[in-house]
């Protein structure tokens, strides 16, 4: 089955600076890649979301960037506000609709002001 | 966007007894629903998959007996833990896939369970 790594574990920042989330996935079938943000005792929001068919998306201050060959996406978060501070996850899976996600372990980041 | 409602948010038990988490999909059908359990500082990991019309499948390690899952509608999947312990003590989680082909994923509110 697929297997996600993330890290940093924890992350802490000077707001206004950018921060950087890395992860790989073992699948190479796996073909969507969410990154979500937690906050304590919530749901996880869907914050950017990128397909296999694209190397790199943005969404104003939140990028995330895919290398296939390499298994390996990251989250790049520029101009950090103290309303970024948060559990970041990465997620991995073939997208199927019968698939569930396998999550990374979680970034704590720490944005502070 | 689709909407998953899950239902109590939040509840305390007595070791011994049963709890039953509710997961509704208010604006969609979902034929599959997938079941999370996350421990406190911890990831999201996956118990089991529910499907409608048939049985779940859980994961390694993940007592069929002990987390029931019932799919009985296109709307509808129930979580029971039976005979709670406080190990079970939990933030359960469960997310449904708002399009046949797609497994961009919508999540309920979390349940945290606490057995005492």
């Known amino acids: 089955g697929e297997n996600v790594e993330q890290h940093p574990s924890t992350l802490s920042v000077q707001e206004g600076d950018s921060a950087v989330i890395k992860c790989t996935y073992s699948?190479?079938?796996?073909?969507?890649f969410p990154w979500y943000k937690q906050e304590l005792g919530k749901r996880p929001q869907l914050i950017i979301d990128i397909r296999s068919n694209v190397g790199e998306k943005k969404d104003q201050r939140i990028a995330v960037t895919l290398n296939k060959t390499a298994k390996h996406f990251s989250l790049h978060i520029t101009e950090t506000q103290p309303e970024d501070s948060a559990v970041y996850f990465c997620?991995?899976?073939?997208?199927?609709?019968?698939?569930?996600?396998?999550f990374g372990s979680g970034t704590r980041l720490q944005v502070q002001p | 966007g689709a909407v998953v409602s899950q239902h109590p948010s939040r509840v305390i038990c007595k070791s011994g007894t049963s709890v039953k988490i509710e997961c509704r999909s208010l604006d969609f059908q979902a034929t599959t629903m997938f079941w999370y359990r996350q421990f406190p500082k911890q990831s999201l990991m996956l118990m089991a998959t529910?499907?409608?019309?048939?049985?779940?499948?859980?994961e390694q390690g993940v007592e069929k007996d002990k987390f029931l899952i019932n799919h009985a509608s296109l709307t509808l999947s129930t979580l029971t833990v039976t005979s709670a312990h406080p190990e079970d003590s939990s933030f359960y989680i469960c997310?449904?896939?708002?399009?046949?082909?797609?497994?961009?994923?919508?999540f309920g509110q979390g349940t945290r369970l606490t057995v005492v």
């Open positions: 529910s499907n409608e019309g048939s049985k779940a499948t859980y």
């Open positions: 997620a991995a899976t073939l997208d199927t609709g019968r698939r569930a996600l396998t």
């Open positions: 997310s449904a896939p708002s399009r046949a082909l797609s497994t961009e994923a919508f």
């Open positions: 699948d190479s079938a796996s073909n969507y």
